[in-house]
């Protein structure tokens, strides 16, 4: 298969990025949704900062305080070598168990007509305000479902990891919604189209103990309420997406089934992307599955950087090039960068394998369309 990737990779580095306050520093946009959009390729950019006032000494974790029902950013100090600090993974600062992020996330929108060159907003679209939202909003996936833009995103707090939504019809005014499924939960992709009369989502809740990581489906009828949750797929063991797994870009319609390119981690490769292709009228049905990834971490922004060995999509567009369809795929590299990758669709389809036919576990959720005998990779 033919991967291309952007000569001018990384398309979007930390410098391009106005910080959103003087007192913050821009050190990865990455983790970018993507739409096409009125003749136009937006990415809503995941920006995060740190302070840019810390001692040699120092550790600084970067909130979203609260004071007199404002939200303001508010930073907690703590000295290198104090005990109980533990600094270790980069994107996180544990403190005597209680855990906070060394960024502070926001959502920034760019625009461009090639796909290739963005011109950056200096302020963001979206900045954490909520209590549930005081580490930081992350991974944002845009879909325009019945002419609205609705933006899912990853909101962080002392209250865990939840999925929240936004939206907006112009991309210049927002709202948001709130939490639509509460911690532990992230990497939601929203259909672009209702499918029997429902919305649905994949989602991945994180269980501690039995079940693990596993992507789910959910179904709405209004985009913010959501049930008759219903297990896709498990990670894999002794393949690339033996250890975290969960959906990238936001599902796209085909000729042969909706293509979800989705990141799976194994302890060899780091964070790499790979597809599954899902039934149209039945998304519950899985047709066939990448045994192995097609994007892999290799080029060296993909490599070394904020968090290295990490490719992550959370959007991609097809386009028509010379009557071939293109996917091309934007991505997060080693957690700092923005970057492009092209691959052709009748390539992708073609590396997916027909999954084990094993036979699902009886259900009896009312309505989800459930075949019963079809393709179960649950625990694969
Ligand atoms: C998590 C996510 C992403 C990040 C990867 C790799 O799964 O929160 O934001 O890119 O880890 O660090």
């Known amino acids: 298969m033919r991967i291309e990737r952007a000569q001018m990779n990384p398309i979007i580095s930390p410098i391009h990025v106005t910080p959103s306050s003087p007192e913050m520093q821009v050190v990865s946009a990455f983790n970018a949704a993507a739409v096409s959009w009125e003749g136009e390729t937006l990415l809503m950019l995941r920006v995060a900062e740190v302070p840019r006032n810390v001692a040699d000494d120092e550790v600084a974790v970067p909130i979203v305080a609260h004071v007199d029902g404002s939200a303001h950013v508010e930073v907690r100090r703590f000295k290198r070598n104090q005990p109980g600090l533990d600094t270790s993974d980069p994107r996180a600062v544990l403190f005597n168990g209680e855990i906070f992020l060394s960024s502070l996330s926001h959502l920034r929108l760019a625009r461009s007509k090639d796909g290739y060159h963005f011109a950056i907003d200096t302020k963001p679209a979206l900045f954490p305000t909520e209590p549930y939202e005081e580490y930081g909003i992350e991974d944002p996936r845009m879909t325009v479902l019945e002419g609205r833009v609705y933006i899912n995103y990853t909101a962080v707090s002392r209250y865990g990891v939840a999925v929240a939504l936004a939206s907006t019809s112009d991309f210049v005014t927002y709202e948001k ?83 979800e390119i989705y990141h799976g981690v194994n302890d060899e490769q780091g964070y790499c992307l790979g597809a599954v292709l899902l039934d149209l009228e039945d998304p519950s049905k899985i047709l066939a599955r990448s045994n192995l990834p ?10 070394t950087g904020f968090f290295g060995n990490v490719v992550f999509t959370c959007g991609a567009v097809v386009t028509e090039v010379e009557d071939e369809s293109v996917v091309r795929i934007y991505y997060g590299a080693a957690d700092q960068y923005t970057c492009r990758a092209d691959i052709d669709l009748e390539d992708i389809i073609d590396s997916l394998h027909t999954p084990a036919v094993l036979v699902r576990p009886p259900v009896n959720l009312n309505e989800v369309p459930y075949p019963t005998g079809a393709a179960c990779p649950i625990g694969e």
């Open 294 to 303: 097609f994007l892999i971490p290799e080029a060296e922004y993909e490599r």
């Open 177 to 259: 919604h709130g939490i639509i499924l509460p911690p532990e939960n992230k990497n939601v992709v929203i259909f672009p189209e209702r499918i029997g009369g429902r919305i649905v989502m994949i989602h991945r809740p994180a269980t501690t103990g039995l079940g693990g990581q596993q992507m789910w489906l959910a179904y709405s009828y209004d985009v913010l309420h959501w049930g008759q949750h219903t297990p896709l797929m498990g990670k894999r063991p002794g393949m690339w997406d033996s250890i975290r797994i969960g959906a990238g870009a936001v599902p796209m319609r085909t000729d042969y089934g909706w293509l």
